[in-house]
């Protein structure tokens, strides 16, 4: 059974720059997607950003481009979110999840992920 956990969230100024990590343990592949989501109160589920698994090519959302990027160590089953020049609206929950069957066209969407991790709280203060 695949697990994965968050860490790495806290308070940030606008700004700034933190670091998420993402640790999966148990039957995982280098072959799967890993992905990072947010959810802002009262929104839905986002994606942020993920590394595909087929390709290994990393999609970014246009809202982080150029400010967010992903570093993935299969060997250490690891995802490091790095963000950077945060704003208040990347305030969040990130989570952390894991796909064993997403395709390209379904890379965005958080129904195409089979395993969640608990998430991290990032709250951007003005």
């Known amino acids: 059974q695949v697990q994965v956990a968050e860490s790495g969230g806290g308070l940030a100024q606008v700004g700034d720059s933190l670091r998420l990590s993402c640790v999966a343990s148990?039957?995982?592949?280098?072959?799967?997607?890993m992905a990072w989501f947010r959810q802002a109160p009262g929104e839905e589920r986002e994606f942020v950003i993920g590394?595909?698994?087929?390709?290994?090519?990393?999609y970014v959302a246009d809202s982080v481009k150029g400010r967010f990027t992903i570093a993935r160590d299969n060997a250490k089953k690891t995802l490091t979110l790095h963000m950077s020049a945060l704003k208040p609206e990347d305030t969040g929950i990130y989570y952390c999840?894991?796909?064993?069957?997403?395709?390209?066209?379904?890379?965005?969407?958080?129904?195409?992920?089979?395993?969640w991790g608990q998430g991290t709280q990032v709250t951007v203060s003005s």
């Open positions: 999840a894991v796909g064993t069957r997403t395709i390209l066209s379904t890379l965005r969407q958080s129904s195409a992920y089979d395993v």
């Open positions: 590394s595909f698994r087929s390709n290994g090519i990393t």
């Open positions: 148990g039957r995982t592949r280098s072959t799967d997607s």
